[in-house]
């Protein structure tokens, strides 16, 4: 069982090196990062449906706010440099590899309220509920605010 | 061509009218507004209307750690660089010497204390629709704020916009001084939606487009434009589907209003952000539903 964990944790250190390197096409790192922004956004399009009282899934909202968790830690992976907006179609500043340990700290941020929803969230207080979704909301508006180029 | 505000043609009879009304306006009305049992605002409601007049995201500097109310906010125009001023109550930068008379003055008819003229980056022309009772709220909230010692930022404008008679000509040709006229056709709710859109929270100023002399265009009312404030696109909120927010419900629209967050689960981004932070979420859910219920209402607009 020790050699399995050895061999799994070399597999696992040649993997992320390899994810290191990122070889990756910079087009397709956008590509694929706008479809996380997207599945975050989708996340919180069906949260704002039940806080809004449209429909009853009050008990989905952790499961989606457990989604945007999860995403919210793959944020800065899917940010590697070269791909701001200076030569590729995105929305993504400069900025964000200019002052790395801020937008670090912007991400975690939505890690932390992400989490936060998902425990307020089995009270099934609608109150606190909203309250909650609308601090994941700032969360990612302190991304988008200083590190995306305006709609 | 079209004049705004009225959305109707004026010959010059009307305008020099309009300025008769201006000039009775500033030496009769304001006194009486001041004398007037008006004068002891209430500041808990006016710190309401505060929020819902957005004072705060335009006077205060978009960075983490400004002093709230210290102006100071760039505002990029086709005429140069606009600065928001301190309106506080320092007396020496702010307006801590001024009082009601004085603030009447500026909302109503967009003049300093001096008798210079405001230019139309501030939004008096929205202003000054805006309720006696209501000032004089606003007022007692705004005098009680903390001062702050911050020196006003001059204006960088491109020539010849820099001169501010330019500002009382401009007056002349595209303000009318007015007051809000409830449609007695419409609903409470509707009229209250009408009131604070088109006056208090002057959503008009960032949302709809203007002319080549930064007129608003009245024909084109909340259709958005591609050169806001900030320099960037503001979108267009008329009920037009596809361009503007036909699609979104009311219940989308008081959401936004309330958390900021967009029907596909994006969060509202620049000013907006601001707006509803400082601002529209802290209204109550019935305001937010009036401007909601007024915007549906409104005729829509393809573009910007």
């Given amino acids: 069982m020790k050699k399995l964990s050895a061999v799994l944790a070399v597999v696992g250190a040649l993997g992320l090196s390899t994810q290191a390197l990122a070889v990756d096409e910079p087009e397709n790192v956008i590509k694929y990062r706008q479809a996380v922004m997207k ?5 919180m399009a069906s949260i704002a449906g039940v806080v809004k009282g449209e429909v009853s899934y009050t008990d989905h909202v952790a499961i989606h706010a457990n989604g945007i968790n999860a995403l919210s830690k793959a944020v800065t992976a899917v940010f590697p ?53 609308g601090d994941v909301g700032k969360a990612c508006g302190g991304c988008h605010k200083p590190y995306r180029v305006k709609k | 061509m079209r004049y705004p505000r009225k959305g109707k043609g004026r010959g010059l009879r009307r305008v020099r009218s309009n300025l008769a009304r201006v000039a009775a306006l500033s030496v009769i009305g304001l006194v009486v507004l001041a004398r007037s049992a008006a004068a002891q ?8 209307l505060f929020r819902a007049a957005g ?38 930068h702010g307006i801590g010497r001024w009082g009601l008379a004085d603030f009447a003055r500026a909302l109503r008819l967009g003049e300093a204390p001096d008798g210079s003229h405001y230019f139309p980056a501030f939004p008096f022309t929205s202003y000054s629709g ?52 409830p449609d007695p056709a419409r609903d409470v709710l509707w009229n ?17 487009p ?52 967009l029907p596909d689960g994006d969060v509202a981004g620049g000013a907006m952000e601001d707006v509803i932070r400082e601002g529209t979420g802290h209204l109550t859910d019935q305001d937010r539903k009036a401007i909601a219920v007024y915007l549906k209402s409104l005729p829509e607009h393809p573009g910007p």
């Fill in chain 1, 39 to 43: 599945a975050i956004g989708g996340h």
């Fill in chain 1, 81 to 133: 440099e070269g791909t701001d907006n200076g030569s590729h179609k995105t929305a993504a500043l400069p900025k964000i590899w200019e002052d790395w340990a801020g937008f670090e700290k912007a991400a975690q941020a939505l890690d932390t309220a992400s989490a936060n929803l998902a425990s307020v969230a089995a009270s099934g207080d609608k109150q606190k509920i909203a309250a909650a979704f």
């Fill in chain 2, 41 to 48: 605002g209430d500041a808990t409601k006016g710190e309401y």
């Fill in chain 2, 55 to 92: 004072c705060y995201a335009c006077h205060t500097r978009p960075v983490s750690g400004a002093r709230p109310l210290a102006g100071g906010r760039a505002f990029e125009t086709p005429f140069g660089t606009f600065y928001s001023p301190n309106i506080t109550p320092d007396p020496d």
């Fill in chain 2, 130 to 181: 805006m309720r006696d009772r209501d000032l004089a709220d606003l007022w007692a909230y705004l005098k009680g704020v903390d001062p702050f010692p911050e020196p006003n930022r001059e204006h960088e404008l491109n020539f010849p916009f820099g001169f501010r008679f330019l500002a009382g000509l401009w007056k002349w040709l595209f303000f009318e001084p007015g007051s809000f006229e």
């Fill in chain 2, 192 to 208: 209250r939606g009408a009131y604070l859109t088109r006056h208090l929270s002057h959503c008009g100023e960032c949302h709809t």
């Fill in chain 2, 210 to 261: 203007r002319n080549l002399l930064g007129a608003l265009q009245d024909d084109r009312y909340l259709a958005g434009t591609l050169k806001g404030p900030d320099g960037k696109k503001v979108p267009n909120i008329t009920p037009h589907s596809g361009d503007g927010i036909g699609d979104w419900s009311e219940s989308d629209i008081t959401f936004f209003l309330q958390l900021g967050v």
